[in-house]
């Protein structure tokens, strides 16, 4: 029993809490899950010999940051209507994502979301 | 016609369930038949027609679920794609194989698929369970009333009960009303619906064939150590129950087992984020039930030999289905929407999917309770070298990894709860998902299965009651063994993770004494070899699974990088025709082909060279990438396999014109926005400055004042690296309310 408790406490202050970019600036270098939507305003570059994806997010709190990502564009990224990102922020210039996940409007693509991996 | 046939064979399913559960229920409870059996487990006489109209009920219900699965499988077949069902997961070219994937793609085919499986398994309950068969079938009857409910499609007093795989295109709600539907051939009008949306990508993929049957198999298959147990407790018969259920939960393990790892070998083989677990919810959500139907099983054994334990075994077993029922909840519901890539659209089934769940878990709960007392007192606590005494702690450590991987998995559904939004506000910010998903699972799950292998490698040993310690000496030489061929490994191996080389250790150990106890003490029969090999085969899997991750790592490595604290990017560019060095193979690109729907690329794979020249050809792998416009391009891995390693390979990025395009020399188009003065860095090679805009003429209509006509032009001078210089200029005018652009020119 005492086990068990010990290894929900564990999980417990293993969860992590959304954050804005803000709150992740001042996390650094802790990894942090940032929710918020992709900036279509701002170019969407991917430099393949880097193989880094380079785009503009903002968050809840409508703050914006340039964001990089070493995977290529997802499908469909640009018709995410929000976008749920996990990574660290290098302080005040750009997010780091390790991991992208995205929420797309339309019934029928929600099922293609596999790819997003 | 058709949609009305597989309308009514829904409807008989379901009234089918209902009569079963009602008549086998009347029977199984009707005044002075508390239970099948009377106090001496006689079997009690039946009342006739009550069981007969339960089985015929039964029958009808099984009628209905097949004539669902054939009326839907036919419509798949011949491309009705006026059914909205097999509009959206089939198309004209789906070969056939796949057909069973659409059938089971979507949420309302997979339920049909779960039923077929509770139905098929219902009639060995019928067959052999004897004086079980009123209670377990009045269980099955309910159950199946409750998931036929969610293939309805009605409304009642305007609440959505269930899905319908049947509902017709123009039937849709949202598209009721609308003037097309009223015409007759609008299936051959509308170009949109003469093809179907096909079948997701991914899925196109042979595991999808048998990975989902046998999962849902799997799933199946607690339901009936879950109807003998709730049976049991309410017969007052706590402990009879586990025999007859004992090879059912056993059957659940191995099939339920086996489906998980199927999905794991789908993940590897055509998924591409490069291993075979993710810890991802749809993952877990399969992977806990497991877990807790093989601690029911081994408390099921203390039950039948000892007659203890009866209150844990029931709560193991009856947590085992209710957790499928759960996991049922989570991939469908759409609650994990932003933690999971695999989750199924939300059919608005939530309310009905929570009731499922709630009326099962509260039921289950209720029945625990009230038939505690009904259980035998132990007389003495158990023996500290006793087999039950190891059993039981061993199922509660196994307890311990089903819930951090649940709680963990349910963090979305405890934010919709206890979250700032969520029903009862407790928490002041919503909980997220653990960043590193890989560190949080195994921070728990590598010492749980350090502790389990230790298990499976000395509680086979032990006897029931109390074991003398000579038998002990029995496990010496596996022991000795194993911390020398496991020190020798891990030596070899140098894991960077100290737990690792612990696990190793222990696997190790719980392989050697299995084969040792099969071998040497139980005669190294067939007939005698289940346990044992049973335990030999879950050590090699933990074993494997811990080589391939604990040895994994990218030889792809690109040196750039921007953040110390970043991973290092594990993905390179290969130029067409160039040799890149990957440690310690050099990799060619040669060349790209087209197949199908498939565009695969072909990659060579040379030795290393001490000269640093590239050497002799290894092999050569193709890593292709799916296209499909209407779902998106997906990437599929090609792997060379060895005994002793993988090397996996994937295309995460392509150009992917068509050779023509990219021989025109035009390159894709892009957004620059600029004033006078400016300049902007395009295309990666030139500066491009706007000089002046020039308004060539412009009219006024006189009446109103307002611009009739407006003509410009934007001089740009574009600047090469080599100080080229080159100006163009930009035609843009105005009629009225539109634009009209025109082609630049250059001028010189």
Redesign the interface.
Known sequence: MAFLVGALMVTIQDASTYATFEMASKKTPESVTVVGQLDLKEPITFNSSTSMLRFTAVDKDGERSIVYYNQPKPTDFERSEEITLTGLSSGDTAFFAQNILMKCPSKYADEAQFSSK | MWALAGRFFTYLAFTGALGTAFFYGLNWLRPGACSGADELGRPRPAHEPFLRAGRGAFALHSIGVLGVLTVLLTAILSHWFEFDYVW?HSSRDLPLEYVFSALW?GQEGSFIIWIFWHAALGWFLVRGAKTWEHGTMTVVGLVQLVLTSMILGIYVFGVKVGSSPFVLIRELPENLGLPWTTIKDYMIRIPAFRDG?GL?P?LQNYWMVIHPPTLFLGFAATLLPFAYAVAGWIERRPLEWVTPALPWAYFGVGVLGTGVLMGGAWAYEA???GGFW?WDPVENASLVPWITLVAAAHLMFIVKKKKTSGGLTAIMVMLSFLLVLYSTFLTRSGVL???S?????DLGLNGQLMLLLGLFSVGSLILLLVRWRSLPRSSADEAFSSREFWLVIGS??L??SA??IS??TS?PVLNKLIGPEGLVPILG????????VFR?YH??QIPVAIVISLFMAMVPFLRWDSTPNALLKRILPSLIASLVLGGLAAWGLKFDQPMYTVLLITGMFSALSNLDLWLRYQGGGWRSSGQALAHLGFAFILLGALISNGKKQAISQ?P?F??K???A?????IPLGDTVSMHPYWVEWTGERVEGHFQLFDVNFYGTAEDQSPGKKLFSLAPYIQMNPR?????EPSTKHYWDRDVYTYV??ADMRSPEEKASGWTEE??ATMGRGEEVFVFEEYMMRCDSIIVKSAQMIEETGDLATLDMAAKLTLKHMDGRKETIEVPYGVRGNEATPGEAEFVN
């Open positions: 959206r793609e949306q997701n991914l998924l591409s984020f993710a929407g932003d933690s890539v695999h989750s199924f659209v509660l450590v307890l311990i819930v951090q709680f963990s963090i910010e919503a909980m997220a998902p653990p960043t590193d949080h921070s728990i690109n750039v921007l953040h604290d970043f991973p990017n594990e993905h390179i560019l779902m998106g391009n997906v990437r995460s990025f892009m957004d």
